[in-house]
């Protein structure tokens, strides 16, 4: 099942995806369910919107595949290497990325995003799943001078709209599936690499993070990128893909100048 959160005539709403167009819900399904209000809404007279903002956090996973950890001159990390985003930089499909005047170099970071359904603290790996509301694609934007030289992530990854999360929320997805993630900016292929390559399973993941602190519903957390990853600039538009969940688009613009 494929759940949008869109706006339509001035209001905001989620819906089932069903073809070309939107079973409108009573409310938002991770708190209310599917009841539907019997409305049906074409999705091109929609605009989409970031499926799901996180209650709390963002939690990131760092260098969780092997070739991009070798691409950042290190090895993996034993265990998962975690970083949180506020929830301040969560943007939807089509918003602007947009580039900050501190920094020189924003990188996009394809990946795969998992959307917590229920309060889950220590929670075991092979119960992991079970806490999952479903999955949606990422872009962990950063900016990479400013990674290296606060030696710290969290001013380099929490900037405003360095969180894109989109386009809708895929309930059903299956993680052993083969499912390939590319990132393409201008069409052009930068990243291409298969989810299960990952160095840390998704129930690994959340065993891991549920151990450290509690997950509440509509926490996401991104599961790390693959080797690629690189600088876009303005006017760039950046499409993440990933077999089964669509395609997130944005287009890159510089922030405004200090005044």
């Known amino acids: 099942m494929r759940i949008a959160r869109f706006r339509h005539e001035d209001a905001i709403a989620y819906g089932i995806l069903d073809e070309g167009e939107l079973v409108v819900l009573a409310g938002d399904p991770m708190f209310a369910g599917y009841e539907t209000t019997g409305e049906r809404v074409p999705v091109g007279e929609v605009t989409l919107l970031a499926p799901v903002i996180p209650r709390s956090k963002v939690v990131c996973v760092g260098k969780n595949y092997l070739d991009h950890a070798a691409e950042m001159g290190s090895e993996a990390p034993g265990e998962p290497l975690l970083f949180l985003k506020p929830n301040t930089a969560v943007i939807g499909p089509d918003e602007p990325i947009v580039r900050p005047w501190q920094s020189e170099r924003t990188d996009y970071e394809g990946e795969l995003a998992v959307v917590i359904g229920r309060i889950a603290k220590n929670v075991t790996a092979d119960a992991a799943l079970d806490y999952v509301f479903g999955y949606t694609i990422g872009n962990d934007v950063t900016a990479r001078d400013l990674q290296r030289s606060d030696g710290q992530w969290s001013r380099a990854k929490g900037f405003d ?99």
């Open 161 to 259: 709209t360095f969180c894109p999360l989109g386009p809708v929320i895929e309930t059903e997805f299956d993680l052993a599936g083969g499912a390939k993630l590319t990132t393409r900016v201008n069409g052009e292929v930068r990243q291409r690499g298969a989810i299960s390559d990952m160095i840390h399973s998704v129930p690994a993941i959340i065993e891991y993070v549920s151990a450290a602190f509690t997950l509440l519903p509509g926490d996401v957390i991104l599961t790390g990128t693959p080797a690629g990853v690189g600088p876009f600039v303005s006017g760039d538009v950046v499409e993440v893909e990933i077999d089964g969940l669509g395609i997130l688009r944005n287009t890159a613009r510089d922030a405004e100048p200090r005044r």
